[in-house]
């Protein structure tokens, strides 16, 4: 079992709606999550990082955890065209390491 | 502000051939500091991280080493290319204390022939 699971997508929305991604992770210790952003050709960038269960809102974008189940999720509010990118899911592993998923390509049409 | 660099951007290397990729942070004391490689289309996965001067961790037993010879500086090298090293080398910084999220610098494509 992999320890970070994303659907590789490609996710495709039609811009103006809500891209929800999602992420499951197999480490019941992990106490702090991450969503990052890449652009095609890019490193990526840091969007959010969520510590305690529930929601947490950032301009368009929310990430929801739910520790008990395992899993955190990213919804963006609005999807605009610049908004298609790779997403990818993180979470703090042993030490001062990151354990990060595969990654969801996202895809918002005109 | 913090800054991170990272150069080559881009290098092209026949596969043999020694490999020096160099990452500096600026604005921060004491950072964390990661290489990752991402192959094309894949996740990112970490080489080596260090919390300090001398101090390198592996990860993946492989032809690359890491060196950290002052604060702010990591040096990805290699003795002898494989075809297999080419990807995406990206280096990363944390907080030395704090939190964990680690913020990416722009990378080094490397392509090996």
């Known amino acids: 079992q992999k320890e970070v699971e994303q659907n590789s997508g490609p996710l495709s929305v039609p811009e103006g709606a809500i891209a929800s991604l999602n992420c499951t992770y197999s480490?019941?210790?992990?106490?702090?999550f991450f969503w990052y952003r890449q652009y095609s050709g890019k490193s990526p960038e840091l969007i959010m990082f969520?510590?305690?269960?529930g929601d947490k809102e950032d301009g368009r974008f929310t990430a929801q955890l739910n520790k008990a189940s395992q899993y955190v999720s990213l919804l963006i509010r609005d999807s605009q065209p610049s908004d298609s990118a790779t997403y990818l899911c993180?979470?703090?592993?042993?030490?001062?390491?990151?354990?990060f998923g595969g990654g969801t390509r996202v895809l918002v049409k005109p | 502000s913090q800054t991170i660099h990272q150069w080559p951007a881009t290098l092209v290397q026949p596969v043999g051939s020694p490999l020096s990729l160099e990452c500096t942070v600026e604005?921060?004391?004491?950072?964390?500091l990661y290489w990752y490689r991402q192959a094309a289309g894949r996740g990112l996965q970490l080489l080596f991280y260090?919390?300090?001067?001398?101090?390198i961790s592996s990860e993946v037993p492989q032809n690359l080493s890491a060196s950290r010879p002052q604060d702010r500086q990591f040096i990805l090298s290699s003795k002898k290319l494989l075809l297999s090293d080419s990807g995406f080398y990206l280096c990363?910084?944390?907080?030395?204390?704090?939190?964990?999220?680690?913020?990416f610098g722009p990378g080094t494509r490397l392509t090996v022939t």
């Open positions: 990363a910084w944390s907080a030395g204390t704090g939190g964990y999220e680690q913020y």
């Open positions: 480490d019941r210790g992990s106490q702090s």
């Open positions: 969520i510590y305690s269960n």
């Open positions: 993180a979470f703090k592993a042993a030490g001062n390491k990151l354990t």
């Open positions: 604005g921060t004391s004491n950072p964390n």
């Open positions: 260090s919390v300090g001067i001398g101090q």
